[in-house]
């Protein structure tokens, strides 16, 4: 799951991003609040958690001109303002979830799984497509109800695929979400997680969901794809016409 922080604290911000990827999420963060409405144009976030008292434009603002342009991404106020109003306003203008600080880390990724499932249709902390069901507390994969080895990158890409099911993901959006722009591997890295992936899953009689888009990327379907018939030869059949000698 990859987050945008918002945070003008930078004392605040080192320990949540510490937090975080401790957690094995990607972290992006800003200072500002004008930055963050671009980085949101510009990239494709899970969650935002964000900061009110900001250096350059509060965080109300930030919230209203996203939801104005359309962008859709669950928001996290994480802020000490206490007062009703205050996330009363937050709430108004479209954030979907708000913990005041201090605030204990178990809880706030606890509220980030929960608004980031609940964004992509899901209600349970478990995600099911046809045999496989992920957790996303253990972080583990089991097929018929048998436990998956997967690596953490497998498992990651799994996740995202699941969490964006029926969509198409590219292969910049599966390195976005691993590496988060820092130290990026190559582009057909992917190919290679996706095929180790596929055999893990196949070796457990997984059902066949992952799609290539050929020239695009992957999809995850909701129903298992099966093999394309062949097409019956001319020679073969009953309706063909009969050779010209």
């Known amino acids: 799951m990859r987050i945008l922080l918002v945070e003008s604290n930078l004392n605040s911000a080192t320990h949540l991003t ?14 500002l609040g004008e930055e963050a409405i671009e980085m949101l144009r510009h990239y494709d976030y899970d969650v935002v958690v964000l900061e009110l008292m900001l250096h350059d434009i509060e965080g109300y603002d930030v919230i209203r001109r996203i939801r104005a342009a359309r ?17 009363i306003r937050a709430f108004s203008m479209g954030a979907d979830d708000y913990l005041t600080k201090p605030h204990d880390a178990g809880e706030l990724i606890a509220r980030l799984q929960a608004i980031t499932r609940r964004s992509r249709g899901f209600a ?17 994969v089991t097929v018929n109800g048998n436990m998956v080895p997967l690596t953490a990158k497998e498992y990651a890409i799994l996740e ?12 910049d959006a599966f390195l976005n979400h691993l590496y988060g722009g820092i130290d990026e591997p190559e582009m057909k890295i992917i190919d290679v997680f996706i095929c180790k992936l596929r055999r893990k899953l196949q070796a457990a009689h997984a059902a066949n969901v992952i799609s290539t888009v050929w020239g695009r990327g992957y999809i995850l ?8 018939a062949l097409p019956t ?3 073969h059949s009953p309706t063909a016409p009969a050779p010209i000698l």
């Open 221 to 228: 379907r909701d129903e298992p794809s099966t093999p394309t």
């Open 124 to 140: 349970e902390p478990r995600l099911r497509i046809a045999n496989i069901e992920l957790d996303l507390n253990s972080k583990s």
């Open 71 to 87: 962008i859709s991404t669950p928001i996290l106020v994480l802020s000490t303002l206490v007062r009703p109003q205050a996330k």
């Open 233 to 235: 030869s001319v020679e």
């Open 160 to 171: 995202l695929l699941i969490i964006r099911k029926n969509s198409v993901l590219t292969k």
């Open 18 to 31: 510490h937090a975080l990827r401790a957690t094995s999420y990607t972290v992006d963060h800003t200072m």
